[in-house]
């Protein structure tokens, strides 16, 4: 098994892991720069310093992006939460400058690539990924004997599920749309109601009865957007990461009972499984790590 390093840029922070045999050997954590010239001295820096540890021979560095991309060319076409990133060529800048193999990725694809590998959906043959953080991010795997692939879609935009429309008139998004499923199930949400997760969840854990209301409302939105991704592609499925998944104490049991309430098969309201990712916050670097490599 060759040796990689996997980098998932989030909208708040950046993780970098060393990977021998599909195993994390190193990890390093950052917050994510403000500016395109302080992110790009920040990857190339980190890179060098995972590039000599150990003296092993890296054969190539995959990268997890939270946006749209044109990913044969390298190029990141819009990122709605670091706009500083959109046209911009991160690999070859990379690659060019580090002399190793670059290549880069959906985030959330990475999540489920390495879900639908070695986590959650290891025994899947559909496997629908979805983060919830700062953003929203969705990403589909499909096994096929033995055959795995991430599904790209036509143009290489599949499964970006934060931006589909849950109210035609909701607020604005910061993709330029209305009404975006991001804007009801992200780190946004609970903002507009005045909390970070992280005091809604400490009031939640006192069983403050507005915070689990907030969540229960939560929960309810997050299963009206799984319901349309379960109604449109079927997974066996849903794996679900990010920061917010962490509380899932809270709204999963209220997302389940709104998938089985509005998914219209009666198959794939028996069958289809809705469970937190296995690998936690090392999910997408592993899965950028293994992009073309697994």
């Known amino acids: 098994m060759k040796n990689s390093i996997g980098v998932d840029i989030g909208a708040t922070k950046i993780i970098f892991g060393l990977l021998k045999n599909r195993e994390v050997i ?7 720069p403000k500016t395109k010239k302080n992110l790009i001295k920040e990857l190339k ?3 060098r310093g995972l590039k000599g540890f150990s003296g092993l021979k890296i054969d190539r560095i995959g990268i997890g992006i939270p946006g749209i991309l044109d990913i044969k060319k390298g190029l990141i076409l819009k990122c709605p939460n670091l706009s500083y990133l ?7 800048v990379l690659e060019k ?21 070695l986590g959650a959906g290891k025994n899947k043959n559909i496997v629908f990924g979805i983060t919830l953080g700062s953003g929203v991010g969705g990403g589909l795997v499909i096994k096929d004997k033995n055959k795995i692939k991430i599904y790209q879609g036509a143009f290489g935009t599949a499964g970006e599920i934060g931006h589909q429309t849950i109210k035609f008139d909701g607020p604005k998004c910061s993709c330029g749309n ?15 109601k005045g909390y970070s997760v992280k005091e809604l969840a400490e009031k939640a854990r006192r069983n403050n009865k507005k915070a689990l209301r907030i969540f229960k409302e939560y929960g309810k939105y997050l299963g009206i957007g799984l319901s349309n991704v379960t109604n449109l592609i079927d997974p ?11 509380t899932w ?3 999963l049991a209220e997302t389940k009972k709104e998938i089985k309430k509005r998914v219209i098969s009666p198959i794939s309201k028996k069958y289809i499984k809705v469970e937190i990712s296995k690998l936690g916050e090392l999910a997408g670097v592993i899965g950028a790590g293994l992009i073309n490599g697994y």
Not at 236 to 246: E, M, N, Q, R
């Open 236 to 246: 066996d499925i849903v794996v679900i990461g990010g920061g917010i998944s962490k």
């Open 178 to 192: 209305l009404g975006c499923f991001e804007g009801y199930c992200s780190a946004k949400f609970f903002k507009g």
């Open 26 to 32: 190193k990890k390093k954590k950052i917050p994510t």
């Open 97 to 117: 400058e580090l002399k190793i193999k670059t290549s880069i990725e959906n985030d959330t694809n990475c999540f489920t690539l390495a879900e639908a590998l």
């Open 249 to 251: 104490l809270y709204f």
């Open 86 to 92: 959109n046209n911009f060529p991160l690999a070859k």
């Open 45 to 47: 820096e980190n890179l």
